[in-house]
């Protein structure tokens, strides 16, 4: 029993701190943009960020908790730790050299090196969600172009200067908390499924808490989503929070783990093609793909092996 206790309050830490590493790997996909456009201090976005985060797992993020269900278990023990250890470990190395990181496919990654092993991998599954996420940044990439074109034309329509910039203003700050909501309805609801696959309100209270307070970690990140892949201004800034909150916010509808990170990146750079491809960093894009297409492999394999080392000593 002793043993069983320790497994299970370990496997809390790791789940509890694994939020907050998501919290401070994603803020800057809320806030990120922001920054870049000069529109908010970071305090203000944390705050933003943290509401639209709490109320999002709150709402909807029971839609995603089933979905590890179908392919490992729903509580905590060794395979929750050895998600939840691997996943965390990633994060933390992406965060540390500064690259939004799609934790979506570190944790559904380890979730099929835990049945990889156990000889049981859910192919229907690993093909619908890959499909998934290799779409994500491209259809983002093109709401973003079709929405940046229409909020163009309508930006014509408004005469007075000083009313575009209050009302693209306004767009931002509700795309960012919009973006945060998603991110709690999709990623902490999937997260949250780790401990139950019907979690209790209480518990994605305290989920969505503590992917907030990991906003306090995101100034590095929000530098280089904001900064380095597109010199973004105000209109550009509201059609990535909305474009890529939109698309996620679909397949939360639809129960399927998707990446924020992705969509913002891929509304980014669709924003960056509408203005002039020159304004796009090519080697850090082509750095981030490659880093996105090796995390669910490379999760997979090392929670495995984590897994068949857990079992070894107990």
Same mark, same amino acid.
């Given at each position: 029993?002793?043993?069983?206790?320790?497994? =299970?309050?370990?496997?809390?830490?790791?789940?509890?701190?694994?939020?907050?590493?998501l919290?401070?790997?994603?803020?800057?996909?809320?806030?990120?943009?922001?920054m870049?456009?000069?529109?908010?201090?970071?305090?203000?976005?944390?705050?933003i960020?943290?509401?639209?985060?709490?109320?999002?797992?709150?709402? @909807?993020?029971?839609?995603?908790?089933?979905?590890?269900? @179908?392919?490992?278990?729903?509580?905590?023990?060794? @395979?929750?730790?050895?998600?939840?250890?691997?996943?965390?470990? =990633?994060?933390?190395?992406?965060?540390?050299?500064?690259?939004?990181?799609?934790?979506?496919?570190?944790?559904?990654?380890?979730?099929?090196?835990?049945?990889?092993?156990?000889?049981?991998?859910?192919?229907?599954?690993?093909?619908?969600?890959?499909?998934?996420?290799?779409?994500?940044?491209?259809?983002?990439?093109?709401?973003?172009?079709?929405?940046?074109?229409?909020?163009r034309?309508?930006?014509?329509?408004?005469?007075?200067v000083?009313?575009?910039?209050?009302? @693209?203003?306004? =767009?931002?700050?509700?795309?960012?908390?919009?973006?945060?909501?998603?991110l709690?309805?999709?990623?902490?609801?999937?997260?949250?499924?780790?401990?139950?696959?019907?979690?209790?309100? =209480?518990?994605?209270?305290?989920?969505?808490?503590?992917?907030?307070?990991?906003?306090?970690?995101?100034?590095?990140?929000?530098q280089?989503?904001?900064?380095?892949?597109?010199?973004?201004?105000?209109?550009?800034?509201?059609?990535?929070?909305?474009?890529?909150?939109?698309?996620?916010?679909?397949?939360?509808?639809?129960?399927?783990?998707?990446?924020?990170?992705?969509?913002?990146v891929?509304?980014?750079?669709?924003?960056?093609?509408?203005?002039?491809?020159?304004?796009?960093?090519?080697?850090?894009?082509?750095?981030?793909?490659?880093?996105?297409?090796?995390?669910?492999?490379?999760?997979?394999?090392?929670?495995?092996?984590?897994?068949?080392?857990?079992?070894?000593?107990?």
């Open positions: 029993m002793d043993i069983q206790y320790a497994i =299970i309050l370990s496997s809390a830490a790791l789940w509890g701190f694994s939020l907050f590493m919290g401070a790997n994603n803020a800057a996909n809320a806030i990120g943009a922001l870049g456009a000069g529109l908010t201090s970071i305090r203000l976005g944390q705050a960020f943290m509401l639209g985060v709490t109320l999002g797992a709150l709402l @909807e993020g029971y839609k995603l908790s089933m979905v590890l269900s @179908e392919s490992i278990w729903t509580s905590l023990g060794f @395979e929750s730790s050895s998600i939840l250890l691997v996943s965390t470990a =990633i994060t933390l190395f992406a965060t540390s050299i500064g690259v939004p990181l799609p934790v979506t496919l570190a944790v559904v990654g380890g979730a099929w090196g835990i049945s990889f092993y156990s000889g049981q991998i859910p192919w229907g599954q690993v093909t619908v969600f890959s499909i998934t996420w290799v779409l994500t940044p491209a259809v983002a990439a093109f709401v973003s172009l079709v929405v940046y074109a229409v909020v034309k309508l930006r014509r329509l408004i005469r007075k000083l009313d575009a910039a209050l009302l @693209e203003g306004a =767009i931002s700050l509700i795309g960012s908390f919009y973006i945060a909501y998603v709690g309805a999709n990623t902490v609801g999937l997260i949250s499924g780790l401990t139950s696959a019907h979690p209790p309100l =209480i518990l994605l209270l305290i989920a969505g808490l503590i992917t907030g307070l990991g906003g306090v970690k995101s100034i590095k990140v929000c280089t989503v904001g900064g380095q892949f597109v010199d973004l201004g105000i209109t550009a800034t509201a059609i990535v929070q909305v474009s890529s909150a939109l698309v996620i916010h679909a397949l939360t509808q639809i129960s399927c783990p998707a990446s924020i990170t992705q969509a913002v891929g509304a980014i750079l669709g924003v960056g093609i509408f203005k002039g491809v020159r304004a796009i960093n090519y080697a850090l894009v082509a750095r981030v793909f490659f880093l996105w297409a090796l995390t669910p492999v490379i999760a997979a394999l090392l929670t495995c092996l984590v897994y068949a080392q857990l079992l070894s000593l107990w």
